[in-house]
T-cell receptor, first 112, second 108 residues
Framework: DTGVSQNPRHKITKRGQNVTFRCDPISEHNRLYWYRQTLGQGPEFLTYFQNEAQLEKSRLLSDRFSAERPKGSFSTLEIQRTEQGDSAMYLCASRGDLYEQYFGPGTRLTVT | GQSLEQPSEVTAVEGAIVQINCTYQTSGFYGLSWYQQHDGGAPTFLSY????GLEETGRFSSFLSRSDSYGYLLLQELQMKDSASYFCAVRGPDNLFFGTGTRLTVIP
């Protein structure tokens, strides 16, 4: 257990529905990252927050994806109008002042 | 753009030493990280090289040559529990760019 928690751990949804995932980072970490990982691939960077400011977004993050970190603590990732191609593991990571990122257990999304 | 290359699979015997290589092409290079991921688990940090040379952490060591855009992870005294996927990742100013990973299988 790294101290980063994610909820839910699994989500099955029908195509076209909206889903929201939550990440609670290590409390003293001001940097928070979202990644997506599909089978046999490495994590792909989606977006990055420093405190409550979203400082970087990948081109992978289409308009259907939005992320927030309203008080600089927990973060949410919402996917609107889900598509089957959105099926993946969504990973959250947090970082303090050192280089190491601590990953949460992930939310596995299945779009049927 | 960014790209990393690492072998897709490696098999080694328990107690042996294995080296996983990583070559990269990127702009804005800050350093090379290594992560381990067991099936169904989250990536966990193993090592980081910001400067050329060798970093040692217990049974694991990592090496970086910035001039060659090359690094490797060395695992010594392999144990069955080391069977996992290993990812090299290039550190940019605000993110990590991961390779596709090397699946290590340790056999008795």
């Amino acid at each position: 257990d790294t101290g980063v928690s994610q909820n839910p751990r699994h989500k099955i949804t029908k195509r076209g529905q909206n889903v929201t995932f939550r990440c609670d980072p290590i409390s003293e970490h001001n940097r928070l990252y979202w990644y997506r990982q599909t089978l046999g691939q490495g994590p792909e960077f989606l977006t990055y927050f420093q405190n409550e400011a979203q400082l970087e977004k990948s081109r992978l993050l289409s308009d259907r994806f939005s992320a927030e970190r309203p008080k600089g603590s927990f973060s949410t990732l919402e996917i609107q109008r889900t598509e089957q191609g959105d099926s993946a593991m969504y990973l959250c990571a947090s970082r303090g002042d050192l280089y190491e990122q601590y990953f949460g257990p992930g939310t596995r999304l299945t779009v049927t | 753009g960014q790209s990393l290359e690492q072998p897709s699979e490696v098999t080694a015997v328990e107690g042996a030493i294995v080296q996983i290589n990583c070559t990269y092409q990127t702009s804005g290079f800050y350093g090379l990280s290594w992560y381990q991921q067991h099936d169904g688990g989250a990536p966990t940090f193993l090592s980081y090289n910001g400067l050329d040379g060798l970093e040692e952490t217990g049974r694991f060591s990592s090496f970086l040559s910035r001039s060659d855009s090359y690094g490797y992870l060395l695992l010594q005294e392999l144990q069955m529990k080391d069977s996992a996927s290993y990812f090299c990742a290039v550190r940019g100013p605000d993110n990590l760019f991961f390779g596709t990973g090397t699946r290590l299988t340790v056999i008795p």
